[in-house]
Nanobody
């Protein structure tokens, strides 16, 4: 059974930083999505199984960075946070390891709130 456990969310002021973590039950290609109230779920970042390739969504490029350790945990380092980054962030795994990242398992989500 695939399990994804997120941690690290919370509250930050504009311009601040937070780091999200997601630990999976095994190593997969993984990524992050987010969903703000009243909006569709949005791609944030993904990283391949070996970690050689990383992709970031347009709205976060240059501010957020995805990485992974040698085990089953990925990270999302978020800097220069903006109020519009406020959302529930979801960890995702592409267990089938498609050539293009296609999540087939999701974490429960973790709240990130950016406000002064």
């Amino acid at each position: 059974q695939v399990q994804l456990v997120e941690s690290g969310g919370g509250f930050a002021q504009p311009g601040g930083s937070l780091r999200l973590s997601c630990t999976a039950s095994a190593r997969y290609a993984m990524g992050w999505f987010r969903q703000a109230p009243g909006k569709d779920r949005e791609f944030v970042a993904s990283i391949t199984y070996k970690g050689a390739n990383k992709y970031h969504g347009r709205d976060v490029r240059g501010r957020f960075s995805i990485s992974r350790d040698t085990g089953t945990t990925i990270y999302l380092q978020m800097t220069r946070l903006r109020p519009e980054d406020t959302a529930v962030y979801y960890c995702a795994a592409d267990v089938a390891n498609h050539r293009d990242f296609q999540p087939d398992h999701w974490g429960q989500g973790i709240q990130v709130t950016v406000s002064s």
